[in-house]
């Protein structure tokens, strides 16, 4: 910054571009931008997450809000997954065999639709087909064919028995304890009375032979049993095969259609099995049933559920309408909304559910392909996070109910099969999020492994101009507005310099770009220009700006007010000993200001040093606090090489009821220290902001555009001098945006601008005295700023030190008034304080009976001469102070 001026011009206040840097006439003539501004270092760590396979490369985007990250990435995946191919669809079909945890089913990518569309009408024609198919007449002749020779069978076996029971003189009666036999007594029955006065002979061979009937009616009715057993399995194997004849037709044709999905063709021919199982649910009522009487309590449930419902698929992923790879942006990342739902339904006051409701998330939709999520969003989520983390570190989904995990009671629900899963997640975030959740998340090291930074602004330069151009240009194509003329495009480039207050950079906080291009677009839409002249121009934008600035200026104008109307006391004209302005920035919301304040500094005999009034008061911040203690270590390193740093003074911000934070006053509190103690006048219409080092060197400060307007404006209202203006510090000038205004005031002569580098170019334009450096004898030049200050500070010192001492003899005084009552300009020796009585040795002409041998005092060892120095103790100091 040696190049620098004394006072800056202003060329160099503010960064101007001119239409005619432009190459063309509107924005119409420009292609619309389909690239990421100004982050290349983002754009390619985007690359690389989304290019490498391997696990846990998950990306975090970083970066200020407004900087457009989740736009600029949709769109940015959008293109690159226009590329790649449509991943699976997804679907939950019945487990028969577990109907509590339904199966996942693996669908062709953009076909899971179409296969159930085609699989319901396949069960909506079955359901019509298959109770026909049993009405059939040639079905009820193979039944009753079947029915007649079975029961022939029946009739000939029994009849057999009974012919083996009459051979042996016994017949089979039907009693309700089942079949017994009857002894036969010329070819009559007889009854157990007869029986038993039959002879005993004829009784005993009537029983002999009853073991052989046993044994031949036991092996006749495992005959019949069997013959049951054979009509059940004819009539079933009967029904399976009308079933499977009706069903076979429509299966063979999805089976040979999805022949390449093994998945899919594995469950069809499980629900083909299944269907020709259970082929009596399909059955219409007979007669029989038909003449039962009605159930109560059908009226209340309404007409029954299609038998077919637990065959149809469930697609829970359906990707018919994407033409690549889907791109999901997920912007209420609830823990159901990334994950999916088992939703449940009201019968009776009961809650049902079967696989049929289970829903997908946003997980699931992104599979194979990105999906993009609010980091602060997702954390605000209970338990969305830990879901995430676990899907991405098993690589698979699971939907669960969420209120299970923490019911107390075990109840029934749905356990589905996981979904595998491979997709990239990014996150989008604030860089502090990022950090916390690195330092303290394990997982989240592991997860998310690659780190996008988005820059806050870009280089200014032509080609990102002609880029921004572009992007007004999409703008105005995506949102019909009108197009802008060069000069309107070159307002809205100075306006995105000054958002970043930097005249070598330009913004990458598109929103707040966007925002400007739509007010201008809406000013110039007001003015109700003719057609052809339908552009927006430069003097929309700043109208646009001059309209948004004003919406959000009335604290300022408040502020400002109270400046005017001496509520809050700033001179802008005039000189003061130890009084200077300072600037400090207010910002509120989306506005942003400076303010004068008036910083006051007060010098004193003592040992207390530099005393900070805001940090003793606990109105200060820590970063406030170490200007302070900054500011000790300039003095002592500067001025007490050969004295002690004997002073106490006390430094504060006037009119100050709130806390002070930052070091970029501390520059500031230098030169009014420094006043205070040369009492030099420091000049008030010179505000000041600049931070300083302890070798006195001026550092760059945030907030320098907006502190120089706000004095300025000050100073304008209360009238322009000519001779106001704003020491900043050299650093700042390249970070220089200011209003034409200012600019306009400053080449009238009317405002001044001084870039300064160290304290001495500082306090010589406030006080108009040269600051002075140290010579060959190491003194300072007489009366330069710095040699005040450092006979001041002699004289504080030897005032401390000699405070309550008693006067020096005169000869002794003269013997040592050149080593140090006497300093190179001949100044005498500074007054003692007066004795007091017992101070000192009793002389011959004191009084008899006054105390004559006082102790001495407190320092004074034994033939020490009162001309050396005498150490004083150190007074105590407050805590806070202890380090000044």
Same mark, same amino acid.
């Given at each position: 910054?040696?190049?620098?001026? $004394?006072?800056?011009?202003?060329d160099?206040? $503010?960064r101007?571009?001119?239409?005619?840097?432009?190459?063309?006439?509107?924005?119409d +003539?420009?292609?619309q931008?389909?690239?990421?501004?100004?982050?290349?270092?983002?754009?390619?760590?985007? +690359? &690389?997450?989304?290019?490498?396979?391997?696990?846990?490369?998950?990306?975090?985007?970083?970066?200020?809000?407004g900087?457009?990250?989740?736009?600029?990435?949709?769109?940015?995946?959008?293109r690159?997954?226009?590329?790649?191919?449509?991943?699976?669809?997804?679907?939950?079909?019945?487990?028969?065999?577990?109907?509590?945890e339904?199966?996942?089913?693996?669908?062709?990518?953009?076909?899971?639709?179409? =296969?159930?569309d085609?699989f319901d009408?396949?069960?909506?024609?079955?359901?019509?087909?298959l109770?026909?198919a049993?009405?059939s007449?040639?079905?009820?002749? #193979?039944?009753?064919d079947l029915?007649?020779?079975?029961?022939?069978?029946?009739?000939?076996?029994?009849?057999?028995?009974?012919?083996?029971? $009459?051979v042996?003189?016994f017949?089979?009666?039907?009693?309700?304890m089942g079949?017994?036999?009857?002894?036969?007594i010329?070819?009559?029955?007889?009854?157990?009375?007869?029986?038993?006065?039959l002879?005993?002979?004829?009784q005993q061979?009537?029983?002999?032979?009853?073991?052989?009937?046993?044994?031949?009616?036991?092996?006749?009715?495992?005959?019949?049993?069997?013959?049951?057993?054979?009509?059940a399995?004819?009539?079933?194997?009967?029904?399976?095969e009308?079933?499977?004849?009706?069903?076979?037709?429509?299966?063979?044709?999805?089976?040979a259609?999805?022949?390449?999905?093994?998945?899919?063709?594995?469950y069809?021919?499980?629900v083909?099995?299944?269907?020709?199982?259970?082929?009596e649910?399909?059955?219409?009522?007979?007669?029989?049933?038909?003449?039962?009487?009605?159930d109560?309590t059908?009226?209340l449930?309404?007409p029954p559920?299609?038998?077919?419902?637990?065959?149809?698929?469930?697609v829970?992923?359906?990707?018919?309408?994407e033409?690549?790879?889907?791109?999901?942006?997920e912007?209420?990342?609830? &823990?159901?909304?990334?994950?999916g739902?088992i939703?449940?339904?009201?019968?009776?006051?009961?809650?049902?559910?079967?696989?049929?409701?289970?829903k997908?998330?946003?997980?699931?939709?992104?599979?194979?392909?990105?999906?993009?999520?609010?980091?602060r969003?997702?954390?605000?989520?209970?338990?969305?996070?830990e879901?995430?983390?676990r899907?991405?570190?098993h690589?698979?989904?699971?939907?669960?109910?969420?209120?299970?995990?923490?019911?107390?009671?075990?109840?029934?629900?749905?356990?589905?099969?996981?979904?595998?899963?491979?997709?990239?997640?990014?996150?989008?975030?604030?860089?502090?999020? !990022? !950090?916390?959740?690195?330092?303290y998340?394990?997982e989240?090291?592991?997860?998310?492994?690659?780190?996008?930074?988005?820059?806050s602004?870009? +280089?200014w330069?032509?080609?990102?101009?002609?880029?921004?151009?572009?992007? *007004?240009r999409?703008r105005c194509?995506?949102?019909?507005l009108p197009?802008?003329?060069?000069s309107g495009?070159?307002?809205?480039?100075?306006?995105?310099?000054r958002?970043?207050?930097?005249?070598?950079?330009l913004?990458?906080?598109?929103?707040?770009?966007?925002?400007?291009?739509?007010?201008a677009?809406?000013?110039a839409?007001?003015?109700?220009?003719?057609?052809?002249?339908a552009?927006?121009?430069?003097?929309d934008?700043?109208?646009?700006?001059?309209?948004?600035?004003?919406?959000?200026?009335?604290?300022?104008?408040r502020?400002?007010?109270?400046?005017?109307n001496?509520?809050? *006391?700033i001179?802008?004209?005039?000189?003061?000993i130890?009084?200077?302005?300072?600037l400090?920035?207010?910002?509120?919301?989306?506005?942003?200001?400076?303010?004068?304040?008036?910083?006051?500094?007060?010098?004193?005999?003592?040992?207390?040093?530099?005393?900070n009034?805001?940090?003793?008061?606990?109105?200060s911040?820590?970063?406030?606090?170490?200007?302070?203690?900054?500011?000790?270590?300039y003095?002592?390193?500067?001025?007490?090489?050969?004295?002690?740093?004997?002073?106490?003074?006390?430094?504060?911000?006037?009119?100050s009821?709130?806390?002070? @934070?930052?070091?970029s006053?501390?520059?500031?509190?230098?030169?009014?220290?420094?006043?205070a103690?040369a009492?030099?006048?420091?000049?008030?219409?010179?505000?000041?902001?600049?931070?300083?080092?302890q #070798?006195?060197?001026?550092?760059?400060?945030?907030?320098?555009?907006?502190?120089?307007?706000?004095?300025?404006?000050?100073?304008r209202?209360?009238?322009?001098?000519?001779?106001?203006?704003v020491?900043?510090?050299?650093?700042?000038?390249?970070? =220089?945006m200011l209003?034409?205004?200012?600019?306009?005031?400053?080449a009238?002569?009317q405002? #001044?601008?001084?870039?300064?580098?160290?304290?001495?170019?500082?306090?010589?334009?406030?006080t108009?005295?040269?600051a002075?450096?140290?010579?060959?004898?190491?003194?300072?030049?007489?009366?330069?700023?710095?040699?005040?200050?450092?006979d001041?500070l002699?004289?504080?010192?030897?005032?401390?030190?000699?405070?309550g001492k008693?006067p020096?003899?005169?000869?002794?005084?003269r013997?040592?008034?050149? @080593?140090?009552?006497?300093?190179?300009?001949?100044?005498?020796?500074?007054?003692?304080?007066?004795?007091?009585?017992?101070d000192?040795?009793?002389?011959p002409?004191?009084e008899p009976?006054?105390?004559g041998?006082?102790?001495a005092a407190?320092?004074?060892?034994?033939?020490?001469s009162?001309?050396?120095?005498?150490?004083?103790?150190?007074p105590?100091?407050?805590?806070?102070?202890?380090?000044?």
């Amino acid at each position: 910054m040696s190049d620098l001026p $004394r006072e800056l011009t202003a060329d160099h206040l $503010r960064r101007a571009c001119a239409p005619s840097d432009l190459s063309f006439h509107s924005t119409d +003539e420009l292609e619309q931008l389909n690239e990421i501004i100004g982050q290349e270092r983002a754009t390619r760590a985007i +690359e &690389f997450g989304l290019d490498i396979p391997s696990y846990g490369y998950n990306i975090y985007a970083l970066g200020p809000a407004g900087a457009g990250k989740t736009t600029t990435i949709a769109k940015y995946l959008e293109r690159k997954a226009a590329g790649r191919p449509v991943p699976n669809d997804w679907g939950y079909v019945n487990n028969f065999e577990r109907p509590d945890e339904p199966l996942a089913l693996r669908l062709p990518p953009g076909g899971g639709r179409a =296969l159930r569309d085609r699989f319901d009408a396949l069960l909506k024609a079955l359901e019509e087909q298959l109770p026909k198919a049993f009405e059939s007449e040639n079905y009820e002749q #193979h039944r009753k064919d079947l029915v007649k020779d079975l029961e022939q069978r029946r009739q000939n076996a029994s009849q057999n028995m009974e012919a083996f029971a $009459r051979v042996r003189g016994f017949t089979i009666v039907q009693t309700p304890m089942g079949l017994l036999f009857s002894p036969l007594i010329d070819g009559k029955t007889i009854t157990s009375e007869q029986f038993q006065q039959l002879p005993i002979e004829q009784q005993q061979a009537y029983e002999a032979k009853e073991p052989e009937l046993r044994q031949e009616m036991e092996k006749t009715l495992r005959e019949l049993k069997a013959l049951g057993d054979e009509a059940a399995n004819l009539l079933q194997n009967l029904d399976r095969e009308i079933a499977a004849a009706t069903v076979g037709s429509g299966f063979d044709q999805l089976q040979a259609d999805y022949a390449a999905w093994d998945e899919v063709v594995e469950y069809l021919a499980t629900v083909r099995q299944h269907m020709t199982q259970n082929v009596e649910s399909y059955k219409s009522p007979t007669a029989d049933d038909e003449e039962q009487p009605s159930d109560p309590t059908r009226w209340l449930l309404g007409p029954p559920e299609s038998l077919f419902e637990h065959y149809r698929i469930n697609v829970v992923v359906d990707h018919s309408d994407e033409s690549g790879a889907p791109v999901v942006v997920e912007t209420n990342p609830t &823990f159901y909304n990334l994950i999916g739902r088992i939703e449940q339904e009201a019968q009776f006051g009961t809650l049902v559910t079967d696989y049929s409701l289970i829903k997908g998330g946003s997980l699931l939709r992104a599979n194979g392909g990105y999906l993009v999520v609010d980091a602060r969003a997702l954390l605000r989520q209970p338990l969305a996070f830990e879901a995430l983390k676990r899907s991405l570190r098993h690589q698979q989904v699971k939907i669960e109910e969420l209120g299970a995990q923490y019911s107390m009671i075990a109840t029934t629900s749905l356990s589905p099969e996981p979904i595998p899963l491979e997709v990239k997640v990014i996150l989008i975030g604030d860089p502090y999020t !990022y !950090y916390l959740l690195y330092a303290y998340d394990d997982e989240f090291q592991k997860l998310f492994k690659v780190r996008a930074d988005f820059a806050s602004q870009m +280089e200014w330069t032509a080609e990102n101009m002609v880029k921004l151009a572009r992007y *007004i240009r999409t703008r105005c194509a995506e949102e019909n507005l009108p197009p802008f003329d060069a000069s309107g495009v070159a307002k809205v480039i100075e306006y995105s310099g000054r958002l970043v207050e930097d005249q070598r950079k330009l913004t990458t906080r598109f929103a707040h770009v966007a925002d400007i291009v739509r007010e201008a677009a809406y000013w110039a839409q007001a003015a109700a220009r003719p057609a052809a002249a339908a552009f927006v121009t430069g003097q929309d934008v700043q109208r646009a700006i001059d309209e948004r600035r004003y919406r959000s200026s009335m604290v300022e104008e408040r502020v400002r007010e109270a400046i005017i109307n001496n509520t809050v *006391i700033i001179d802008v004209a005039g000189a003061v000993i130890g009084q200077v302005n300072g600037l400090a920035v207010l910002a509120l919301g989306d506005t942003m200001f400076g303010k004068p304040s008036r910083i006051t500094a007060k010098t004193y005999l003592g040992q207390s040093g530099v005393i900070n009034i805001e940090r003793e008061a606990k109105l200060s911040g820590k970063v406030h606090d170490k200007g302070m203690l900054i500011i000790s270590g300039y003095l002592g390193g500067l001025y007490a090489q050969d004295k002690p740093l004997s002073l106490t003074a006390t430094i504060t911000f006037e009119q100050s009821y709130d806390g002070v @934070e930052g070091d970029s006053a501390s520059s500031t509190e230098v030169y009014a220290l420094l006043s205070a103690l040369a009492r030099l006048p420091i000049k008030q219409g010179i505000a000041v902001t600049g931070s300083v080092n302890q #070798h006195g060197e001026i550092q760059a400060i945030g907030g320098a555009t907006a502190k120089i307007e706000g004095f300025f404006d000050v100073c304008r209202e209360k009238g322009l001098t000519g001779e106001q203006g704003v020491i900043i510090p050299a650093a700042n000038v390249a970070t =220089l945006m200011l209003r034409e205004e200012v600019v306009d005031a400053v080449a009238a002569g009317q405002f #001044h601008i001084y870039p300064v580098s160290s304290i001495d170019e500082g306090i010589a334009i406030l006080t108009g005295a040269p600051a002075g450096q140290r010579e060959a004898d190491g003194r300072f030049p007489p009366g330069t700023v710095n040699r005040r200050v450092d006979d001041a500070l002699r004289e504080l010192a030897l005032r401390l030190k000699n405070f309550g001492k008693p006067p020096a003899k005169k000869e002794d005084a003269r013997a040592g008034s050149d @080593e140090e009552g006497n300093d190179d300009n001949g100044a005498p020796e500074p007054p003692r304080e007066p004795p007091l009585p017992g101070d000192g040795p009793q002389g011959p002409d004191d009084e008899p009976g006054l105390p004559g041998d006082e102790p001495a005092a407190p320092g004074d060892e034994p033939g020490q001469s009162d001309d050396e120095p005498t150490p004083l103790p150190a007074p105590d100091l407050p805590d806070d102070d202890a380090s000044a």
